[in-house]
Nanobody
Framework: HVQLVESGGGSVQAGGSLRLSCVAS?????MAWFRQAPGKEREAVAT????????????DYADSVKGRFTISRDGATRTLYLQMDSLKPEDTAMYYC????????????????????WGQGTQVTVS
């Protein structure tokens, strides 16, 4: 079982920045950041393939965050990051790190059900 521990959430004014971190206790193939606002479904924000194959480093973003958010990974420390710039009030949500033990295609990577491991979440509030 891979444990995921997120950090870096907080409150910020619109236009500000935050960087989320997710430290994994073991290896994963596909990792992602999801978010869930009250009354809304959990949605994929950004996904990252980490298995060292030809797809390693493949990144996808939700349209709503393209150009503002950047997902990255430090393989040595098994840390996944989400740099969030130009934050908007609609970015307010609980943000979750997720990991899956296999590679998924682009359509599947945005589905919460393919991820077996989840962090506890970190709250991001933009006012």
């Amino acid at each position: 079982h891979v444990q995921l521990v997120e950090s870096g959430g907080g409150s910020v004014q619109a236009g500000g920045s935050l960087r989320l971190s997710c430290v994994a206790s073991g290896p994963s193939v596909t990792m992602a950041w999801f978010r869930q606002a009250p009354g809304k479904e959990r949605e994929a924000v950004a996904t990252y393939i980490t298995d060292g194959s030809g797809a390693d480093g493949t990144i996808d973003y939700a349209d709503s965050v393209k150009g503002r958010f950047t997902i990255s990974r430090d393989g040595a420390t098994r840390t996944l990051y989400l740099q969030m710039d130009s934050l908007k009030p609609e970015d307010t949500a609980m943000y979750y790190c997720a990991a899956a033990p296999r590679q998924w295609d682009g359509h599947s990577r945005v589905c919460p059900k393919v991820y077996l491991h989840w962090g506890q979440g970190t709250q991001v509030t933009v006012s």
